[in-house]
């Protein structure tokens, strides 16, 4: 019998071709995946569940309407999908609570952080919105649990700022609802602002100077430089 050497024709058939074909399998399906949720993040903030048709989304997206249906067994689990990716880079952007003792340091990479994904994903804040202005029917769970725990870990760091005299005595929770209110206004009242601002986008040095003004009163608010 004639033996396999690594490296041979059968070794390329059987060994390296499949993990090349899975790779690119894997590809194709993160990028497919990728159009989708993209595409439906804008037509349920457009629509709402109830509007937002998969028919829509694939034709956003462009991929076979089939396909949406393959990846999201139905159009719940694309919305959940989409809310609890939204709300999760938002947790991350609270990195910063970790990361320094210094609750300017850490405040304003929060704010900044928030900011900046406001201006990245305006349609996944004003989808979150609509959600819970609807009653959070499909996220409470999400919400009561995971949100939850994670607004509650950081207001405990908070109170450890204030019993050190590090800064004012604020009420923390109001300061974290007043953090995600004026950050998000700038995805969920975008179109307003653009009125306000000749009816044109803000520009880099604008958005720049308003993520600056935004970062100075909330500190100044609390005691903070």
């Not at 041979?8 to 590809?27: L, T």
């Not at 949720?37 to 037509?43: G, K, M, N, Y």
């Not at 249906?69 to 999908?81: D, I, N, Q």
């Not at 880079?89 to 320094?100: G, I, P, R, V, Y």
Request: glycine letters at 6%; proline letters at 3%.
């Amino acid at each position: 019998m004639t033996s396999v050497k690594s490296g041979s024709k059968q070794d390329s058939q059987f060994g390296a071709k499949p993990a090349v074909n899975g790779a690119h399998k894997a590809a194709i399906r993160q990028e497919n995946e990728g159009q989708i949720l993209a595409a439906a993040e804008r037509v349920f903030a457009d629509y709402g569940f109830k509007g937002a048709t998969t028919a829509r989304i694939a034709e956003i997206a462009k991929v076979p309407k089939a396909n949406v249906h393959y990846y999201f067994s139905t159009k719940e689990a694309l919305y959940r999908r989409i809310m609890e990716d939204v709300c999760d880079h938002w947790l991350e952007a609270a990195m910063t609570f970790d990361n320094s003792a210094d609750p300017a340091v850490i405040l304003r990479g929060y704010i900044e952080a928030k900011m900046d994904l406001s201006r990245a994903r305006p349609y996944g804040s004003r989808l979150w919105a609509h959600e819970i202005i609807r009653g959070a029917k499909f996220s409470s769970d999400y919400i009561s649990t995971t949100v939850k725990n994670w607004l509650d870990s950081r207001v405990v760091v908070i109170k450890g700022w204030i019993a050190e005299g590090k800064m004012d005595n604020v009420e923390p929770y109001s300061l974290m609802y007043m953090i995600f209110a004026t950050t998000q206004h700038y995805a969920d009242f975008g179109r307003q602002i653009e009125i306000f601002n000749g009816d044109k986008p803000l520009s880099e040095e604008q958005f720049a100077e308003a993520k600056e003004n935004v970062v100075r009163i909330i500190l100044k608010g609390v005691g903070l430089n």
